[in-house]
């Protein structure tokens, strides 16, 4: 009878201890649930916020690739722009070397040609003197048709008599007094100048007017 007393008094003793133990055998029961149901879900919300993180980090490295691509594109496109430029410029200057060239080649055939000229009216003139009036006239004609021709390329003769002294176009071989005429203009031409398409092939020899005493 004792020993079943006892027995007795050692379950009343081992109840408490019975409750506790069956107290956390529940709680972690429940642990072991929850962390099931969260993996379940993705894992979405572990503890400490892992994936979060790295879907922040994950975000910054896009953005940071992204920023260096768009600055590679504005270099690129610079470059690009710079090459279209530099290449239009030299289309222009050769442009401009092409046209430089043919130019200076007509000047210098119109100026032999200017001479053949000179040689004509200088023909003109003498045969007119010389009483070959028939001779004159065959020369005046073709010297006529040789302007004509000048004048469809281009080229045209100097008419700078009472006109401004150009430095560009006129060269100074003499003075004259004369009456009318602004001093420092042009009063005489002894040697025709020519230019074409605003260049100057020959200067025009010219004689400035000066006051009359």
Do not use: W
């Not at 980090?57 to 691509?69: F, P, S, V």
């Not at 690009?80 to 442009?95: I, K, L, P």
């Not at 025709?192 to 260049?199: A, L, Q, S, V, W």
């Amino acid at each position: 009878m004792m020993a079943a007393l006892s027995l007795r008094g050692m379950g009343e003793q081992m109840r408490p201890l019975l409750a506790v133990g069956a107290m956390y055998s529940r709680s972690g029961t429940c642990a072991r649930s929850t962390i099931a149901q969260q993996r379940r879900a993705g894992g979405r919300t572990t503890v400490g916020g892992g994936p979060v993180r790295r879907r922040s980090l994950a975000i910054r490295t896009l953005e940071g690739k992204a920023k260096k691509l768009e600055e590679q594109v504005q270099d690129l496109q610079a470059n690009y722009d710079r090459a279209v430029a530099e290449s239009e410029n030299v289309r222009r200057r050769t442009q401009k070397f092409v046209a430089d060239a043919k130019s200076f080649g007509i000047q210098t055939f119109c100026r032999d040609l200017v001479e053949v000229a000179d040689v004509l009216e200088k023909s003109v003139e003498d045969a007119s003197q010389a009483g070959k009036q028939e001779m004159s006239d065959t020369l005046s004609v073709i010297a006529d048709k040789l302007q004509k021709v000048f004048i469809k390329h281009g080229l045209q003769k100097m008419t700078p008599v009472g006109g401004e002294y150009d430095p560009y176009s006129h060269q100074i071989v003499c003075h004259v007094p004369v009456e009318g005429l602004k001093r420092g203009s042009v009063a005489v031409v002894k040697l025709d100048g020519y230019h074409i398409r605003g260049r100057t092939v020959r200067h025009a020899r010219v004689g400035l007017a000066v006051d009359k005493h």
